[in-house]
């Protein structure tokens, strides 16, 4: 079986821990804690008639973890950066998550940048997420937790670019 670890990141509130629990247990809870350091969840699939196990890391988006936060992108395969279509502050605090990873990581690795929350009134324009995600060049998809709406091709999407690469 191929591993791969993917970590979740972005700001606090944005939905990551939503995206994984809608992703691994098809559940969405509008009373989710915030996530605390990091929570781990696993899930198996197969991609292109290969198994597949995806290790996947969310990381707290809370500033007070930003010190810790390397110790465990190290290692990642791929990764997820989240941030949430109805506050433009959580997209313009991408780039320095982005920044970190690369610091990291110390090379390049599948990513995409994920407008969640779809199924709200949108606040920023899919062109400035578009625009960003490209600029880092990573992808770029919207999602909705709430929905389930592209959770699961997301993470599809980035199991087969691990296999790619």
Same mark, same amino acid.
């Given at each position: 079986?191929?591993?791969?670890? $993917?970590?979740? +990141?972005?700001p606090a509130a944005v939905g990551k821990t939503s995206i994984l629990l809608?992703?691994?247990? #098809? !559940?969405?809870?509008?009373?989710?804690?915030?996530?605390?350091?990091?929570? !781990?969840?696993?899930? #198996?699939?197969?991609? /292109?008639?290969?198994?597949?196990?995806?290790?996947?890391?969310? $990381? =707290?988006?809370?500033?007070? !973890?930003?010190?810790?936060?390397?110790?465990? +992108?190290?290692?990642?395969?791929?990764?997820?950066?989240?941030? /949430? $279509? &109805?506050?433009?502050?959580?997209?313009?605090?991408?780039?320095?998550?982005?920044?970190?990873?690369?610091?990291?990581?110390?090379? =390049?690795?599948?990513?995409?940048?994920? =407008?969640?929350? $779809?199924?709200?009134?949108?606040?920023?324009?899919?062109?400035? =997420?578009? /625009?960003?995600?490209?600029?880092?060049?990573? #992808?770029?998809?919207? &999602?909705?937790?709430?929905?389930?709406?592209?959770?699961?091709?997301? +993470?599809?999407k980035l199991a087969k670019a691990c296999l790619e690469g």
């Amino acid at each position: 079986m191929l591993k791969y670890k $993917i970590t979740l +990141f972005g700001p606090a509130a944005v939905g990551k821990t939503s995206i994984l629990l809608r992703y691994i247990k #098809d !559940f969405f809870s509008h009373n989710l804690k915030k996530t605390i350091g990091s929570n !781990f969840l696993v899930k #198996d699939l197969v991609i /292109d008639g290969k198994d597949v196990r995806l290790m996947l890391w969310d $990381i =707290g988006g809370q500033e007070r !973890f930003s010190s810790i936060r390397s110790i465990y +992108f190290k290692g990642s395969n791929a990764a997820l950066g989240v941030y /949430d $279509i &109805t506050n433009k502050q959580t997209l313009l605090k991408i780039p320095g998550w982005v920044s970190s990873i690369k610091k990291s990581v110390k090379k =390049g690795i599948p990513m995409i940048l994920v =407008g969640n929350k $779809i199924d709200l009134e949108r606040k920023v324009d899919k062109k400035e =997420g578009e /625009d960003l995600a490209k600029r880092l060049g990573c #992808d770029y998809m919207e &999602t909705s937790a709430k929905t389930g709406e592209n959770v699961s091709m997301v +993470f599809e999407k980035l199991a087969k670019a691990c296999l790619e690469g």
